[in-house]
């Protein structure tokens, strides 16, 4: 007996919630941030936007945001967004070619400089504006998560001369944000 009233009550509950998730669907208005509830109509246009910004943004991005130079093994700098300050330490510090480094970055807090754990992030390496590594590609994933807030990635220059570091955040604690970076230049001796 105990179990019929069990399944009525799980059937009753189960019938409405796809009740109140259906009629949450059909009123959400078209334009809704959650892409997953938008109709095929504005996700086509929405995706169609997305795309030509997301292109337009990436070329400006570069330019937009304020490049550190790095000049000791412990470099500090906000996201252009400001939500994140970057640490970027890296080891052995100068960096020479052939020779394997560790790219430290600890997520944090601006406003308490604690670790900010749970980042969707990323980091590129390029030379003369022509990307040389992306993490992320190395994983054949769009980005990366820390569920730490703190990564070690290593990589080896093959090559001597001035190179660009780019730390991406895409999200926080589960959160997508806007994309935001902290560029760095790094000269390979």
């Not at 780019?166 to 790094?186: D, H």
């Amino acid at each position: 007996m105990n179990q019929k009233r069990n399944l009525v009550s799980f059937l009753i509950c189960f019938s409405f919630t796809v009740l109140v998730v259906v009629g949450v669907v059909t009123l959400m208005p078209k334009e809704s941030g959650f892409g997953f509830m938008q109709t095929s109509d504005a996700l086509n246009a929405t995706n169609a936007t997305s795309s030509a910004t997301n292109a337009t943004s990436s070329a400006t991005n570069a330019t937009l945001s304020k490049t550190i130079q790095i000049t000791s093994a412990d470099t500090k700098e906000a996201t252009d967004g400001k939500s994140l300050d970057i640490d970027l330490q890296i080891q052995p510090f100068p960096v020479t070619k052939s020779g394997n480094s560790q790219f430290k970055i600890t997520f944090l807090q601006p406003s308490s400089q604690t670790v900010q754990v749970h980042v969707d992030y990323d980091l590129s390496i390029s030379k003369m504006n022509s990307e040389v590594f992306r993490a992320s590609s190395s994983t054949g994933q769009p980005l990366l998560h820390t569920a730490e807030g703190i990564v070690s990635i290593p990589y080896e220059f093959s090559q001597e001369g001035q190179y660009s570091v780019q730390v991406s955040v895409m999200g926080i604690n589960f959160i997508p944000i806007k994309t935001e970076q902290a560029l760095f230049e790094l000269k390979v001796s």
